[in-house]
Structures are given as structure tokens and as C-alpha cells.
């Protein structure tokens, strides 16, 4: 499967989703934050992952444009997903109820439900002890660093009460 290459601003705006084919349409900035915009990989340069290529006949097939959280070609983080792992432990950080160790292994889990690994499920877990013991108003100001970057199927895990494949 080819795809086309995507433009991205450092917040995680998706500018383009076919830069390549209609370069028309990409920014130097970002409108909705003012930030720069990417379409290569800040750690290794390889090209950041476009929607679907397809010919004209399974156009109306293809699923809508999800950016992707990491580089498939090194690995790391793109910045949008630094930027909210940052604030997820920066909201983790005003959880008064948590005691300091508490709030550290909370922070170690985080990459564990924004990526499918062995550990996905049990950091739910983790992650779902902790929320309950903590004032709602901090443990959603949580839920909206991370919600779109929890991998799917666990978002239930964690938060029950939202509704499935809820687009926030
Ligand atoms: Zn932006
Ligand atoms: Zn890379």
C-alpha cells in the first residue's frame, strides 16, 4: 500500500493530508496555533505518513485521515505526542490525592496506553485506580491531554462512561 505524505503542524493540526499531490493546499504555519508545519520526521527525516493512496474508484472507501502518534521509520514520538505526554504529566503533577510515588508511576504508564504494548491493558488499569482517586476536575483536565492518543479499546478501559469510538 502506497500513501501520500502528510502535512502537520508541531501541535498536531492536520494541515494536508495529500502534500504531495496538491501542494496547493500546505502552510508555513499552522492557523488554528501559529506553530511551524512538518511533513518529514524531525529525528530521522523520513516523510510523515499521508492518507491512503487510492485510484479515483475506491476513493469513497477510504477511512478518514488519522495522523500517526510515532515515526514508523525510528520510532520516536512525533512532537504533538511529546506535547501532550507533557501535558498529561503536567496535569498528573495537580493531582493533590496522589502521593509522590503514586504520581510518578502514573506518569511511567502513560506511554503504555498511547501505543499497543503487553503492558496497554494493565496501565489501564493503573491508569483507572488512579483517576478514581482523584477530583474529577483534575482527572478530566487528564482525559483531554490523552484521549486522542489512547489507543483504541482501551479508551473504554479507562474511562467506561464515554460512549464507543467517541470522536473526544
Ligand atoms: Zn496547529
Ligand atoms: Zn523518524
Redesign the pocket.
Known amino acids: 500500500m502506497a500513501y501520500h505524505i502528510a502535512q502537520i503542524c508541531l501541535s498536531g493540526h492536520v494541515i494536508n493530508d495529500k502534500a504531495d499531490e496538491f501542494p496547493q493546499y500546505n502552510q508555513n504555519f499552522c492557523e488554528i496555533c501559529g506553530k511551524t508545519t512538518i511533513t518529514t520526521?524531525q529525528?530521522?527525516?523520513?516523510k510523515i505518513r499521508g492518507q491512503l493512496a487510492v485510484t479515483w474508484m475506491a476513493a469513497d472507501v477510504i477511512q478518514p485521515y488519522s495522523r500517526p502518534a510515532f515515526?514508523a521509520?525510528?520510532?520516536?514520538p512525533y512532537q504533538w505526542t511529546e506535547a501532550a505526554i507533557k501535558a498529561a504529566e503536567e496535569a498528573i503533577e495537580l493531582m493533590d490525592e496522589l502521593e509522590p510515588d503514586d504520581k510518578k508511576r502514573f506518569k511511567e504508564n502513560i506511554s503504555d496506553i498511547i501505543s499497543q504494548t503487553p503492558r496497554t491493558k494493565v496501565a489501564a488499569k493503573l491508569i483507572k485506580r488512579f483517576l478514581d482517586k482523584v477530583a474529577p476536575g483534575t482527572g478530566e483536565l487528564f482525559r483531554q491531554t490523552v484521549i486522542n492518543l489512547t489507543v483504541e479499546g482501551v479508551k473504554q478501559l479507562i474511562w467506561p462512561q464515554l460512549p464507543p469510538s467517541s470522536p473526544q
Do not use: P, V
Open positions: 520526521c529525528h530521522c527525516g523520513s515515526c521509520q525510528c520510532g520516536k
